[in-house]
């Protein structure tokens, strides 16, 4: 199939994605004339390229590997980037998926993704999808805990930790991986002065210790906690300790 060099930017769009795209978005991403639009939209459905969805146009999962290869060197990661500031200066960067987003992000080399792969998994939570949470704080964690440079990932690292442990401990597996989070996360909440954090990280390790059979270091560790608790008097904190 040939296309013109505007005519495949267009289509790498729907690869970038990998998700029903409207031609609102793509458009955005890489406009195009009306006359070339539709020929490439025309000649890509009978090719079997594109094919037409509800939400728009989706991407064949069976690429030729030529043109795989094309878009490959298309979609660099300057070009990643490049799409992120079009669709967010658009106002439509924020409506694609949770997934399309977090594959621009990684793949345009902007930062740490371990905050967007926290939300997806906070998401799953939410929708009661307990093995897809637990893929997706694990690898948050994972990304997180070697980039704990910055203050920001610090705390999303501390929080998911407890969110973490909470799961593996509702799901009645992972506790040897919890346990080593939350080790770590000790340390910094240590590093950070956050007694708050600390002492819900102690009530967190306490428990699996406890199952482990290592009570005596439990106890010792719940009671620092509670006397942590009632120093900080946070009500919040007495209530989930609870």
Same mark, same amino acid.
């Given at each position: 199939?040939?296309?013109?060099?505007?005519?495949?930017?267009?289509?790498?769009?729907?690869?970038?994605?990998?998700?029903?795209?409207?031609?609102?978005?793509?458009?955005?991403?890489?406009?195009?004339?009306?006359?070339?639009?539709?020929?490439?939209?025309?000649?890509?459905?009978?090719?079997?390229?594109?094919?037409?969805?509800?939400?728009?146009?989706?991407?064949?999962?069976?690429?030729?590997?030529?043109?795989?290869?094309?878009?490959?060197?298309?979609?660099?990661?300057?070009?990643?980037?490049?799409?992120?500031?079009? @669709? &967010?200066?658009?106002?439509?960067? /924020? $409506?694609? !998926?949770?997934?399309? +987003?977090?594959?621009?992000?990684? %793949? =345009?080399?902007?930062?740490?993704?371990?905050?967007?792969?926290?939300?997806?998994?906070?998401?799953?939570?939410?929708?009661?999808?307990?093995?897809?949470?637990?893929?997706?704080?694990?690898?948050?964690?994972?990304?997180?805990?070697?980039?704990?440079?910055?203050?920001?990932?610090?705390?999303?690292?501390?929080?998911?930790?407890?969110?973490?442990?909470?799961?593996?401990?509702?799901?009645?597996?992972?506790? @040897? &991986?919890?346990?080593?989070?939350? /080790? $770590?996360? !000790?340390?910094?909440? +240590?590093?950070?002065?956050?007694? %708050? =954090?600390?002492?819900?990280?102690?009530?967190?390790?306490?428990?699996?210790?406890?199952?482990?059979?290592?009570?005596?270091?439990?106890?010792?560790?719940?009671?620092?906690?509670?006397?942590?608790?009632?120093?900080?008097?946070?009500?919040?904190?007495?209530?989930?300790?609870?």
């Amino acid at each position: 199939v040939e296309f013109s060099q505007e005519q495949w930017e267009f289509l790498s769009v729907f690869d970038a994605l990998a998700e029903p795209v409207s031609l609102d978005v793509a458009g955005v991403a890489s406009p195009i004339l009306p006359t070339p639009l539709f020929d490439v939209l025309r000649r890509s459905e009978e090719h079997g390229l594109l094919r037409q969805t509800g939400n728009g146009f989706l991407l064949s999962s069976t690429l030729p590997v030529g043109i795989k290869e094309r878009f490959d060197r298309i979609n660099s990661k300057e070009r990643y980037s490049h799409l992120i500031d079009c @669709l &967010t200066d658009a106002g439509l960067f /924020e $409506q694609l !998926s949770t997934d399309s +987003r977090l594959k621009f992000i990684i %793949r =345009s080399g902007r930062g740490d993704a371990g905050g967007l792969e926290v939300n997806i998994a906070r998401q799953a939570l939410n929708n009661h999808q307990y093995d897809k949470a637990e893929t997706f704080f694990e690898k948050a964690l994972n990304g997180l805990s070697s980039n704990l440079g910055h203050a920001s990932n610090q705390n999303i690292f501390i929080a998911a930790v407890l969110e973490f442990s909470d799961l593996c401990f509702g799901m009645g597996r992972r506790f @040897l &991986t919890s346990q080593q989070f939350l /080790e $770590q996360a !000790s340390a910094v909440a +240590r590093h950070l002065g956050d007694k %708050r =954090s600390e002492a819900m990280i102690k009530l967190h390790l306490g428990r699996l210790l406890y199952l482990g059979g290592r009570r005596h270091e439990a106890v010792e560790l719940m009671e620092d906690a509670e006397k942590t608790i009632n120093e900080l008097g946070d009500e919040d904190i007495r209530i989930r300790a609870a």
